[in-house]
């Protein structure tokens, strides 16, 4: 059986050599066979604020290297901050973790690359992961060009055409979902039914992040749903 770990949101602005677990955490992550978290913000020192409302995240350019030699595999960039600097601070980050040959999934340069699932061996098992964001700031929704840059859509039809498709071929199906209500302990109504039908489409386990606090879990048939772990590590300037 393979041994996969996976946290909430990291965004680092404080910790100069991006080294954000302490030792306890770093035996747990390193051991397990494939590690995934969500990498909240673009690296720093690249691009521009877009026009948005809200808070423009960055975190040290470190971070990614730390991550890496801490026992990460694979960052999820599907979320709200992503696209905070543009698509060169996106393409910036993504050259980053392929320098530290770190997998990335839920954004790119175009919506194929950022809808594209990844498919992992990982212990004999074939497994499939997806990663989707709520509709903010860089989303690529049926509004978006097929060449634009951003963040794969949750709601997107093609969400559910990528699910389908892995469980026809995955031994596993892993859904990494960036939505919710922040800072509210009880996952929206809405959000239980996507979810669900996650799992009537095939996913195995949905693991929720965004809320920036534990929202609870639950079985459904044979499928498990995290609707939100909380914040791994997250400090701000803000």
Not at 126 to 131: L, Y
């Amino acid at each position: 059986m393979a041994n996969i770990f996976i946290c909430g949101d990291i965004l680092n602005y404080g910790v100069t050599d991006g080294l954000v677990c302490d030792e306890s955490l770093v035996n747990i992550i390193s051991k397990a066979d494939y590690s995934i978290c969500n990498f909240e913000a673009p690296i720093e020192g690249v691009g521009g604020k877009i026009q948005k409302s809200g808070i423009h995240h960055y975190q040290r350019k470190s971070t990614v290297k730390g991550l890496k030699n801490q026992g990460f595999d694979l960052l999820c960039l599907a979320n709200n901050h992503i696209m905070d600097f543009g698509e060169e601070a996106l393409r910036a980050t993504m050259d980053e973790a392929q320098s530290m040959t770190l997998d990335i999934i839920g954004a790119g340069e175009n919506f194929e690359e950022a809808y594209k699932p990844l498919i992992k061996n990982i212990e004999d098992l074939k497994i499939g992961i997806v990663n989707a964001c709520e509709a903010q700031f860089g989303v690529l929704d049926y509004n978006t060009g097929e060449d634009e840059p951003g963040y794969a859509w949750i709601n997107h039809r093609e969400i559910d055409r990528k699910i389908l498709s892995l469980a026809k071929t995955c031994d596993f199906v892993i859904v990494l979902a960036h939505a919710g209500l922040e800072h509210y302990s009880i996952p929206q109504k809405e959000w239980r039914h996507r979810y669900k039908h996650f799992c009537d489409l095939g996913a195995d386990i949905v693991v929720g992040s965004h809320p920036h606090v534990p929202q609870g879990y639950e079985h459904y048939n044979d499928s498990i749903i995290f609707y939100s772990l909380g914040n791994f590590y997250f400090d701000t300037l803000n």
